[in-house]
């Protein structure tokens, strides 16, 4: 399951066996209204998931999400990627925005309106990080964005379930490490790490399952 806003193409570098795994890819789905509760949205999923005993993967609120559906389902195993596995880990910063009530002036609207620019002849390097947005960061419903960003702040769960296993960056921007417990650390790994070192990512994931 891929981070908030992101399609499933994060996870297109990740590698294992063929012969061992078949992955499945998950997408966002459109929330029923901005108010419809994560385990009520996490449901909606089991009818997704056609094998027994899935190991789910989960990057970011990705993470968060199969936690909440690990709930639902016999799982053999939940990682999480670049995530929390409470509120405990939610950063200060995060917590002030939640507290604030200062997400409610994002410009989700502005972002689910934002057209292609990486087709305008911008500056080299601005132009590819644009097409790697584009590319990426694909879900931009106006509806969602909403939903997510509440529910990211809101998530409320308060002990962490047995059968996680974290694997994170440790200079991840988003959730840093040093509010994190018992994870795997991945040197130099920030919060896109699912892209950049999705080749470490790989190996660590193999040698656990």
């Not at 029923?32 to 993967?57: M, T, W």
């Not at 968060?64 to 939940?78: A, C, G, N």
Request: charge should be positive; proline fraction near 5%.
């Amino acid at each position: 399951m891929p981070g908030l806003a992101a399609s499933s193409m994060i996870f297109e570098h990740i590698k294992l066996p063929e012969k061992k795994y078949v992955l499945h890819y998950l997408e966002w789905i459109a929330p029923d209204s901005v108010k419809e509760s994560l385990a009520d949205y996490a449901s909606k999923y089991v009818a997704l998931i056609k094998h027994k005993q899935p190991i789910l993967v989960g990057v970011s609120f990705g993470g968060i999400l199969v936690q909440e559906l690990s709930r639902l389902l016999k799982t053999r195993k939940v990682i999480i990627i670049s995530s929390i596995k409470s509120r405990s880990e939610m950063p200060k910063r995060l917590r002030f925005l939640k507290n604030s009530k200062a997400y409610k002036f994002f410009p989700s609207r502005k972002l689910s309106q934002i057209d292609d620019f990486s087709k305008y002849d911008f500056h080299p390097h601005l132009k590819k990080k644009t097409e790697l947005y584009n590319k990426y960061m694909s879900v931009r419903d106006e509806k969602y964005l909403n939903w997510a960003i509440h529910n990211v702040l809101h998530w409320n769960n308060t002990l962490p379930q047995d059968n996680i296993i974290h694997i994170h960056g440790n200079k991840d921007e988003i959730f840093p490490i040093k509010y994190i417990k018992n994870c795997i650390p991945v040197e130099g790994g920030t919060h896109a790490m699912i892209i950049v070192k999705a080749k470490k990512i790989s190996a660590i994931i193999e040698e656990l399952l």
